[in-house]
């Protein structure tokens, strides 16, 4: 069994930073790439950002430039550092892990979503 566990939600004003957490637990042999994606009332979910667990990243072209995700191969952990937020970044946000719990087969975990408000 696999949690992921996401933190650091909440309400900021436009031009404002928030750092999201998100911690995976259980019974972990290996992760590969972990994620943030959102999800903004009435739209679909979208990819944010990637990071592969050599660190390569990768980012949504709205976000790049303002957002960097970090991973922590020890804890087991991703974070988001959000800068510049804007109105429109407003969104539940999930991580997702790429997580084996046996060796060579991985499947994708979700975190249950934290809410990120931008608004003056």
């Known amino acids: 069994q696999v949690q992921l566990e996401e933190s650091g939600g909440g309400l900021v004003q436009p031009g404002g930073s928030l750092r999201l957490s998100c911690a995976a637990s259980?019974?972990?042999?290996?992760?590969?790439?972990m994620a943030w994606y959102r999800q903004a009332p009435g739209k679909q979910r979208e990819l944010v950002a990637t990071?592969?667990?050599?660190?390569?990243?990768d980012y949504v072209d709205a976000v790049r430039g303002r957002f960097t995700i970090s991973r922590d191969n020890t804890f087991n952990t991703v974070s988001l550092q959000m800068s510049s937020l804007k109105p429109e970044d407003t969104a539940v946000y999930y991580c997702?892990?790429?997580?084996?719990?046996?060796?060579?087969?991985?499947?994708?975990?979700w975190g249950q979503g934290t809410q990120v408000t931008v608004s003056s």
């Open positions: 259980g019974s972990i042999f290996s992760i590969n790439t």
């Open positions: 990071v592969t667990r050599n660190g390569t990243t």
């Open positions: 997702k892990a790429a997580v084996a719990t046996i060796p060579r087969y991985y499947y994708d975990y």
